[in-house]
């Protein structure tokens, strides 16, 4: 059942009911109009019309347009889905997958995973013999490529989303243009809320000559159409903050508070950058509620972020109930893959968590980044919804002018290639560099990737996948440092322990956030702490949660997130799967905790760091690059600070911080890949 925002007594608290069933008759309907007010609907002839005559449509529209939820469904009932085919559309972001498939199914009025159904890493709620319309990341679509190379289940390909440029999508795009020369039958579309139409135009028309080369068949025309659907956005008055804001939380709190105390109804979305800020503002206004009851009351503070539980994001799509104000506190994903209803005041941050890679330093990272002038036009444009609006920028208008760049630089462009690049070779793309990619990725940060690859026991001397571990790892839907790491641990015989750590590598935190509780929460992580580090205390956490039955009792005593141990068991179920599928023997160690670092060393040597001899506040260098890191206060080794240690993850803040680090012995890095080690390069690779 759907869960709804009920109102309340104290202001803030939220409580769920379920929502009465409509009679099928009455709820059926009012979709219906729903569905026939959006601005794509005027469109819907057009759009049927271009994709049955072209091979490639782009179709340009604001956000909440109904481009996602709407097309799909056009297709459908034009017949694409006919005789056992798929329409398919891709979006860069999990959350935002289950959140357009689970509102497709209602407006559609069939049980999700069903006629409508989805799949992202790690979940798959759709069925092959009866699900028509499919959502899915354009990660796992690239995946399936693996077991069928030409998409053939797939009738209609929509890339949605594609402005946002994600590794995943130009890579898609790139191998999509080569699909379309062997399946004349195949439509495309991309999508996308600004720009790029022209780019992605010239990039499809790029293959005109040698297709019309190929075949003198009629087919669809080949010049790509493009479509813009005008929307009916409304007027958003910008006001810029005057000076800027030293801390954008507290800011943004503010704001929001001076817009409720001002501002006549009207629901507030946030931008900030993550979990963590968006935890923090949560409390902060939660916490101005309780201690100011009157002047706050009123208003309903929702976090939105990836890795949210399913019930919680829905709750941010119930409407508001009256005579309160609903706070929406979102990443970016509320910039153009949702749309939420009602917003009618935009607090921007200036800020987002992007994907940087240095192939330099050889340091990959999630880092807050100024936004482009684009997203921050995005961003304004969500006040503008169902009436004028405004914007406060928590930054200057001299900053925006000058500083913000004007459009995002793609993440293929700042990204580690090493997993994209072990895709392409398993589709039997050898010339990398030679792809057609919609934006070619830096010539440095290939050659790290082919370094790192030929390290790894992936390539040959020849830049060649080698079977089976190349191919091993390209079937397990990890980065390519945790797919060795378990395939490493058949060998130590330790694959049981070594995918419950991969398990827990994948998800955000296991840990419950939350401020002012940092003294509990170290005690408690000390009953679990392992002297190897943090893998092993992994281990000890996971095997406590077993032995208390998985208690969400025990979860809460020990300020562990039941929920994300729940997504532990359940992730690990996946791996193990996936493991036996390549051969993988499940296999205990016991307690023989060395042979786990063994493996986990085998995957992520390249991550080895050694303490400065002369340091005293626990500088480490990477042994590769040099660079300074330091061990991060959530780590068990935090002011332990052994000689030698691996992390797993980095996060920069004021300085690179290593999240999950073990102690090894540094000959283990000699066995684990002796030509990184050694400095021995490929000769191709000079
Ligand atoms: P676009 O893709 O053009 O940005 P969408 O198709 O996502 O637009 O949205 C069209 C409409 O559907 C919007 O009014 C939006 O609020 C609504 N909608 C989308 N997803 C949901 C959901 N999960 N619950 C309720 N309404 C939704
Ligand atoms: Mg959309």
Redesign the pocket.
């Known amino acids: 059942e759907k869960p709804r925002l009920v109102d309340d007594e104290e202001g803030g608290v939220l409580f769920f009911t379920p929502s009465p069933s409509f009679s099928s008759g009455y709820g059926y309907a009012s979709i219906e109009k729903q569905r026939q007010r959006?601005p794509?609907y005027k469109y819907r002839t057009a759009i049927l019309y271009l994709v049955d005559t072209h091979a490639t449509t782009i179709i340009v529209?604001e956000?909440?347009?109904?481009?996602?939820?709407?097309i799909p469904q056009y297709l459908k009932e034009a017949g694409w889905a006919d005789g056992g085919r798929v329409i398919v559309c891709t979006q860069p972001r999990r959350l935002a997958v289950q959140?357009?498939a689970?509102?497709v199914a209602e407006e559609m009025g069939v049980k999700l995973g069903e006629e409508v159904g989805y799949t992202i890493r790690f979940e798959d709620v759709s069925n092959p013999d009866v699900t028509r319309v499919k959502f899915l990341t354009d990660g796992v679509l690239l995946r399936e490529m693996m077991d069928d190379p030409l998409l053939t289940k797939y009738s209609v390909i929509m890339v949605d989303e594609a402005h946002e440029r994600s590794t995943s999508t130009d890579i898609l795009l790139g191998l999509l243009k080569k699909i379309q020369r062997r399946r004349p039958e195949l439509r495309l579309i991309i999508s996308s809320?600004t720009i790029e139409a022209r780019l992605m135009s010239d990039f499809f028309r790029r293959s005109k000559k040698r297709r019309d080369h190929e075949s003198d068949e009629p087919g669809p025309q080949v010049e790509p159409a493009i479509l813009s659907v005008e929307g009916r956005g409304f007027n958003v008055e910008i006001n810029y903050a005057e000076e800027p804001a030293p801390d954008y939380v507290q800011a943004a709190v503010s704001t929001v508070l001076l817009i409720h105390e001002r501002e006549p109804a009207g629901d507030i979305l946030v931008f900030l950058t993550g979990q963590d800020d968006i935890d923090a503002a949560v409390q902060l206004l939660t916490e101005e509620v309780r201690t100011n009851g009157k002047k706050s009351s009123g208003f309903i503070v929702l976090p939105l972020y990836s890795g949210l539980p399913r019930a919680d994001q829905e709750l941010v799509?119930s409407p508001t109930p009256r005579g309160k104000r609903k706070v929406v506190i979102s990443t970016n994903i509320a910039e153009?893959s949702?749309?939420?209803?009602g917003i009618v005041y935009v607090v921007d941050s200036g800020f987002s968590k992007q994907r940087f890679y240095n192939p330099i330093s050889d340091i990959e990272n999630l880092v807050m980044v100024p936004i482009s002038r684009a997203s921050a036009r995005q961003r304004a444009g969500r006040a503008g919804r169902v009436r004028p609006g405004k914007c406060y920028r928590l930054y200057t208008e001299e900053y925006f002018l000058k500083h913000m760049s004007d459009a995002a630089i793609p993440e293929i462009q700042r990204s580690n290639l090493v997993s994209c690049i072990i895709q392409l070779k398993a589709l039997g793309i050898d010339n990398i560099l030679g792809f057609d990619w919609p934006a070619s990725p830096s010539p440095e940060a290939m050659i790290r990737a082919l370094e790192v690859l030929y390290s790894l026991g992936v390539l040959d001397d020849d830049a060649k996948l080698i079977s089976p571990t190349g191919f091993q790892m390209a079937e397990i839907p990890l980065d390519p440092m945790i797919s060795k790491m378990i395939i490493a641990s058949n060998q130590f015989g330790c694959s049981e322990e070594i995918i419950t750590i991969a398990a827990v590598l994948s998800i955000q935190s296991i840990w419950v956030s939350a401020r002012g509780i940092q003294r509990e929460m170290d005690e408690a992580k000390l009953r679990f702490a392992a002297a190897e580090g943090d893998h092993v205390t992994f281990l000890n956490i996971y095997k406590g949660f077993l032995q208390s039955g998985k208690s969400s009792q025990w979860c809460h005593k020990n300020f562990i997130n039941y929920h994300s141990m729940k997504k532990v068991l359940e992730i690990r179920g996946q791996l193990k799967r996936i493991a036996q599928r390549i051969g993988i023997a499940l296999k205990s160690c016991e307690s023989d905790v060395q042979v786990v670092r063994k493996a986990v060393t085998a995957g992520f040597f390249a991550n080895a760091c050694r303490l400065e001899a002369y340091s005293h506040n626990g500088m480490y260098k990477t042994i590769r690059g040099s660079q300074e890191v330091y061990i991060h206060p959530s780590s068990v080794l935090f002011r332990v600070n052994p000689k030698w240690v691996i992390y797993t993850s980095l996060v920069s803040t004021d300085k690179q911080y290593m999240r999950n680090v073990s102690t090894i012995d540094p000959s283990w890095l000699m066995e684990a890949a002796p030509h990184f080690y050694q400095q021995q390069r490929p000769h191709h690779l000079h």
Do not use: C, M
């Open positions: 959006l794509v529209g956000t909440g347009s109904g481009k996602t939820t709407q959140s357009v689970s509102r809320a799509f153009t949702l749309t939420l209803e």
